[in-house]
């Protein structure tokens, strides 16, 4: 079975530093790794999608690697601003399971003024 | 374009009681899933529909059941309300294999 850690549970940065969040999965035959973001009582906004034979994925300031054979996926967020305050989820899919996402819990993370 | 859309986006109900969301996939997109998200806690799958069938099932009892009509979009019941149903419960759209996005989410209160 699929579990999918994150770690830390929590992260406070000053705004400007960058911020580094790391996503571990024991099941090394992922689909592929999505990265989402989530607001207080929000739903989910997708950042990035890794597929399973890439190894890294970019958008703006947000850069997410993924290493099978480790099982882990590291998502960098460059020169941090206060609007980055969220909790940020990523979730595995298996193949052959297209759509079952296992999420780990999340990393929430604030950026101080 | 719109996204995904889901209602309502609060309820609250009584032990017992039988509660239905609903949902809306984003255009183009023919795959809903539905997931619980517990306070505190990442989402968990429930299930899955693909033209009109459910294709895949979470860990979660037959007190859950959902439907998809033939212009996508989707229904997730809950009969039997207990305390521990009281979560946020998301919809996602996909195509058939693709990237998920998910709607804002109904937040249900079982008293």
């Known amino acids: 079975k699929q579990e999918v850690t994150q770690i830390p549970a929590a992260l406070s940065v000053p705004e400007g530093e960058n911020l580094v969040l790391n996503c571990s999965f024991t099941?090394?035959?992922?689909?592929?790794l999505q990265w989402f973001r989530q607001d207080p009582g929000k739903g989910l906004t997708s950042l990035l999608l890794?597929?399973?034979?890439?190894r890294e994925q970019t958008s703006g300031r947000l850069n997410a690697s993924l290493d099978k054979s480790s099982g882990r996926s590291t998502l960098y967020i460059a020169a941090s601003q206060p609007g980055d305050s969220a909790t940020y989820l990523c979730?595995?899919?298996?193949?052959?399971?297209?759509?079952?996402?296992?999420f780990g819990a999340g990393t929430q993370v604030v950026v101080t003024p | 374009d719109a996204g995904v859309t889901q209602s309502p986006t609060h309820l609250i109900k009584t032990r017992g009681q039988q509660v239905t969301l609903r949902c809306s996939p984003k255009?183009?997109?023919?795959?809903v899933s539905w997931y619980q998200q517990a306070l505190g806690q990442g989402p968990q799958f429930i299930f899955q529909?693909?033209?009109?069938?459910?294709?895949q099932r979470g860990n979660f009892p037959d007190r859950f059941s959902g439907h998809q009509f033939p212009n996508y979009s989707s229904e997730l019941n809950v009969n039997a309300l207990l305390l521990g149903d009281s979560a946020l419960y998301l919809c996602?759209?996909?195509?058939?294999?693709?990237?998920?996005?998910f709607g804002e989410g109904s937040r249900l209160t079982v008293l």
């Open positions: 890794i597929q399973s034979s890439q």
């Open positions: 099941d090394s035959a992922i689909y592929n």
């Open positions: 529909y693909y033209e009109e069938e459910e294709r």
């Open positions: 255009s183009g997109h023919d795959t």
């Open positions: 996602a759209s996909s195509l058939e294999v693709g990237e998920l996005f």
């Open positions: 979730a595995a899919a298996r193949r052959g399971s297209w759509g079952k996402l296992q």
